[in-house]
């Protein structure tokens, strides 16, 4: 079977944010999560049923038309987790490169425990990856120092060049992005806990 025909599941899709890494991103979450970290931002996510199943190349046409209408320069990876889905999202990301485009990856595991992991998969979607942000999400250790960074136990895994901890786009504030399209109300970002009651009192305003 081709790569590019295997399917994901797929919990949500924003094709232009600015809210989860570097410039302007097309990020992807996905559907299933065999972590459970308290105080998850994205519960409904972490089920392996449900979502949207698409293929690589479903993602890539979605992606082909962020990059010609928003101009994004690289695709986020998140959930979910991004390696218990690393058979496809290695192909993917393979593609994301191929094209010159940068990958981003939040995942609960440490760098160390994703590499004595005897999948290949989970090897090749590191190969193809720029930035890794590792650890379990930690609600009582809330970092407010660094951008897109949820915990302070996290780290930053500058894997190649493209990118610099040196940047000053680390210390930025952190934002909150809310759309209301077609009746239904989604929010990304940080500090997302703090928008749930925002999100309630929207979607029940959108559904009148």
């Known amino acids: 079977m081709s790569a590019s025909v295997l399917t994901m599941q797929i919990a949500h899709i924003v094709p232009c ?5 570097p410039g302007r991103r097309f990020a992807v979450w996905f559907q299933g999560c065999p972590l459970r970290c308290a105080g998850c931002c994205n519960p409904e996510m972490l089920p ?14 979605q992606l082909g038309r962020a990059v010609e209408r928003h101009g994004v320069e690289g695709v986020t990876l998140l959930g979910g987790e991004p390696f218990a889905h690393a058979a496809a999202a290695c192909g993917f990301a393979r ?3 191929e094209l010159g485009l940068s990958v981003m990856i939040f995942s609960g595991y440490e760098l160390e425990e994703l590499r004595a992991m005897r999948e290949p998969a989970v090897h090749e979607l ?6 890794l ?3 379990l999400f930690l609600r009582d250790q809330p970092d407010t120092t660094r951008r897109w960074i949820g915990s302070r136990n996290q780290r930053i895994h500058f894997l190649t060049e493209r990118y610099r901890p040196d940047d000053p786009c680390w210390r930025q504030r952190d934002t909150l992005e809310i759309r209301l399209r077609g009746g239904e109300v989604t929010v990304n970002g940080f500090p997302a806990r703090k928008a749930v009651g925002l999100w309630k009192r929207l979607d029940a305003r959108a559904k009148r």
């Open 17 to 21: 944010t600015e809210a989860e890494g």
């Open 48 to 61: 392996f049923d449900g979502g949207t199943a698409m293929t690589i190349d479903d993602l890539l046409r």
């Open 95 to 97: 593609r994301v490169r």
């Open 126 to 131: 590191l190969a193809h990856t720029d930035l």
């Open 133 to 135: 942000v590792d650890g």
